[in-house]
């Protein structure tokens, strides 16, 4: 049973991740649709709601339930709640889920024609994401063995890194 919770953990984490990676993204250029001539405007942005509302109640929101769903599941079959590990896994999923909802209210903001959002927010928003994924990865994969004053250091380390790979693709795009 454990192997195959596991697989399914893995899989519907991917897939979560792959809708949020995708939504921001969607957003991004939903927003640079507003800088178009009305009628071009008014195609992309209905286009991008159609996608936009696909990804994220088809895909999204269902891989983001089920990867918490068999998440729980594993760590009670393995009865993982006092690894500290685990502990760290766990507020670090809960972290996720607060960018899962902050990412949804800026969904419903565009459903109703508010985009408050410019494209370079919304692409460091996408590398916060980013950074979830990386130390989530890590702590799993490192588990006990972690070196938690190496392990914050990378994770402020690749956080630095992400922010300037954003300045230098704006730099190379002027």
Known sequence: ???????????????????????????????????????????????????????????????????????????????????????VKMGLTTLLWIYHLITHRIFLDYRQNRVNWTSRKLRMWNEVATLWLVSIVFVVVLKGTMDWIYGTIGFFAVGMLLMLGIRLYRRMNK
Do not use: C
């Open 1 to 87: 049973m454990y192997f195959y919770l596991k697989a399914l953990h893995i899989i519907f984490v991917v897939s979560w991740f792959a809708g949020l990676f995708y939504m921001v993204r969607l957003f991004i250029y939903h927003t640079e649709a507003e800088a178009k001539v009305e009628q071009e405007k008014s195609i992309l942005q209905a286009q991008f709601k159609v996608m936009e509302y696909r990804l994220w109640y088809i895909i999204t929101w269902p891989a983001a339930i089920l990867a918490t769903v068999f998440g729980y599941w594993l760590v009670y079959e393995m009865n993982l709640w006092t690894q500290p590990w685990m502990m």
